[in-house]
């Protein structure tokens, strides 16, 4: 679904209550596990954390003028999806979080390359979550962003 907000505040204040309440949770998440040099954004129409033009002025690659984006959350139709471009991009990062996954939720993991759906709002594993979140810093993403899509 694409909302039309021009600020993080205004996209959550658009959705239904439950949905409210589980993107302020994980936004809250994000901004106490994230280590420090992301920055909040609305990216790409939805809350998300990039890596500031400031940090690193070459932006995206799909879009120099948008700065590095590295973690999204969003309210999608039948699911709140978590974007983050780790798990994409760090086999090893990969590796942890589906083995872990199961240990935090009984049911079975959905996702795709960057993509983790929630279509039950009370499975959502949020010590697991900020766990993920913190496990890369700004500069890793920048390393593993270089060597894996700017070669």
């Known amino acids: 679904m694409q909302y039309k907000a021009e600020t993080v505040d205004e996209y959550i204040n658009q959705l239904p209550e439950e949905r409210q309440v589980v993107l302020k949770k994980l936004r809250k998440l994000a901004g ?13 129409g939805m809350p998300g954390w990039v890596v500031p033009h400031t940090t690193y002025p070459d932006g995206y690659h799909c879009d120099p003028k948008l700065p590095l984006p590295f973690l999204s959350i969003a ?9 983050h471009m780790g798990i994409y991009s760090d086999p090893a990062l990969l590796e942890w979080f589906t083995t872990e996954y199961p240990k935090h939720v009984k049911t079975k993991l959905d996702m795709g390359k960057s993509c983790i759906r929630f279509k039950k709002m009370e499975t959502i594993p949020y010590d697991l979550l900020g766990e993920l979140f913190s496990r890369m810093t700004v500069q890793d ?7 894996t899509f700017k070669k």
């Open 75 to 83: 309210s999608q139709k039948n699911f709140v999806a978590v974007y």
């Open 141 to 147: 993403w920048v390393t593993k962003y270089e060597n």
């Open 32 to 44: 106490e596990k994230l280590p420090s040099g992301f920055q909040e954004a609305l990216n790409y």
